[in-house]
């Protein structure tokens, strides 16, 4: 059944913003100074006739979505700046009126149909993989959303009900969501606080003998100096996934120098997270990894709260990359792999403890997985 607070696009719009990095950030073992931001503009109205303006915005982060084991970095940054480009005019074109959930299940297919043509005008050397085609669109998704809840005077995350959704869960999931509505697995009021993780990349100074020549810019430049400026208390540790030596002595060393500033600020508990963005070749290396982490530093051991994404994100193409061994030391959860229902259900009965949800995936696949 339609909803007069039900939105239809009147016009979309997008460019792209260039920025530099402060330091080189280096994840998945592939360094990058710089970012492509991807921003939309969507104008939309309701069935009884009011209008606003949506935003969205996201970086075209290839390294991570389409990183260069797939394709070479200039070549999957311009495919994901082609497949946004077409992406817009095919919302443009989008005639649906319907909530933002519907929208999204509509316009979704025909944006990886897009990336799917595309990846063979451009003769791209891998397909472009699906992460990527989400990522690059989810500012459209995001822009839709906003547009959706100023277009009805709410904030959209309070437009999941009965009220404002023509179909329920088990319309976009399973029959398990059967008369349920997003509303209930969402607050109406957001949190007044919550941890923050800062991430770590392999690249980044510890200490002053890391820093060849100080920026002197202003903003801190090593560990101690970012966890007492921003009174840190939550580091993701980024690692290469190659090399166990290496990942186990930079933990280490960032346990070592944080528990050193830490005692100067009088913190007690503090807490860490290790993504190695889908390098270890198997579940083996990770075992290892966490038995060595625990035998030379066992406080550093339990500071660990979760691994994020080990190990390949094709599920189906590495059954043998099973969790559970891994799950019952720490929780492991997929990021990369996570791209639809059908990854989730997989990769809990890999042995996965959870999921990372992200707005780079969509709003609409975060609420959705969410429940």
Request: hydrophobic content about 40%; glycine content about 6%; some cysteine.
């Amino acid at each position: 059944m339609s909803k007069t607070t039900d939105i239809r696009i009147l016009d979309a719009d997008y460019d792209f913003e260039a920025h530099h990095y402060r330091t080189p950030l280096k994840f998945g073992g592939v360094p990058t100074d710089h970012c492509i931001l991807f921003n939309v503009r969507l104008r939309v109205q309701t069935r009884d006739g009011k209008e606003a303006e949506g935003t969205g915005s996201m970086p075209l982060g290839n390294v991570w979505a389409f990183p260069p084991r797939y394709a070479p970095f200039e070549q999957s940054l311009a495919a994901m700046k082609r497949l946004a480009e077409l992406a817009v005019a095919a919302t443009r074109d989008c005639t649906i009126c319907a909530h933002p959930l519907e929208l999204s299940e509509v316009l979704e297919p025909e944006f990886l149909r897009i990336a799917d043509e595309l990846s063979r005008e451009m003769q791209l050397n891998s397909p472009m993989p699906k992460l990527c085609a989400v990522v690059t669109t989810s500012p459209i998704d995001a822009a839709i959303h906003d547009a959706f809840g100023k277009a009805n005077g709410i904030n959209s995350y309070n437009g999941l009900g009965e009220e404002f959704v023509s179909a329920d869960v088990s319309h976009f999931l399973n029959d398990r969501f059967t008369g349920k509505y997003l509303d209930r697995y969402t607050s109406r009021m957001p949190k007044a606080t919550m941890p923050l993780y800062h991430l770590i990349g392999a690249l980044d100074a510890l200490t002053d003998a890391d820093i060849p020549q100080r920026l002197n810019d202003g903003l801190p430049e090593t560990l101690p100096e970012w966890i007492i400026a921003d009174g840190l208390t939550h580091l993701k540790i980024k690692l290469n996934g190659d090399d166990l030596a290496w990942d186990v002595a930079r933990v280490l060393a960032i346990d070592k120098i944080t528990a050193e500033t830490q005692a100067k600020r009088g913190v007690r508990t503090w807490h860490y997270s290790a993504d190695f963005n889908e390098t270890c070749k198997d579940v083996a290396y990770l075992l290892e990894f966490l038995n060595r982490i625990r035998e030379e530093e066992e406080e550093a051991f339990h500071r660990l709260a979760y691994i994020e994404q080990p190990t390949a994100r094709n599920l189906k193409a590495h059954p043998e990359n099973r969790m559970h061994q891994a799950a019952e030391i720490k929780p492991v959860v997929i990021d990369e792999s996570l791209t639809d229902f059908e990854t989730f259900l997989l990769a809990r009965e890999q042995g996965y403890s959870g999921v990372a949800l992200k707005a780079c995936k969509g709003q609409s696949q975060a609420l959705l997985m969410g429940a």
